[in-house]
């Protein structure tokens, strides 16, 4: 059963970090690309960042360029999304999803075929 778990959501101050996990469960990392992609209230939701299973490449958003970093943990088959600098405008819920093979582009949601649950991102003083 292939499964997406996020973790790492939380309250933090404008400029604090949080690192967010995605933890893939009945796939390996190898054969899927994983997307985070987030969602504020009111608003469609957008990718943020992504990685690919061919040859590891990355993607950000414009938003988030130079203050995010999305990696592979292939022996934990995990992903992580390390976000610096954080602004309230990054405030929302945050998913991951899988694409087998890779996905283009990236930052279009119907090409995943894998979501996770989400994790709530509030950034706020």
């Known amino acids: 059963q292939v499964q997406l778990v996020e973790s790492g959501g939380g309250l933090v101050q404008p400029g604090g970090s949080l690192n967010l996990s995605c933890a893939a469960s009945g796939f390996t990392l190898e054969h899927y690309s994983i997307g985070w992609f987030r969602q504020a209230p009111g608003k469609e939701r957008e990718g943020v960042s992504y990685?690919?299973?061919?040859?590891?490449?990355?993607h950000y958003a414009d938003s988030v360029k130079g203050r995010f970093t999305i990696s592979r943990d292939m022996a934990k088959n995990t992903v992580h999304l390390q976000m610096n600098s954080l602004k309230p405008e990054d405030t929302a819920v945050y998913y991951c999803a899988a694409d087998r093979g890779v996905a283009f582009p990236w930052y279009w949601e119907y090409e995943y075929e894998y979501w996770g649950q989400g994790t709530q991102v509030t950034v706020s003083s």
């Open positions: 990685v690919s299973q061919s040859d590891g490449s990355t």
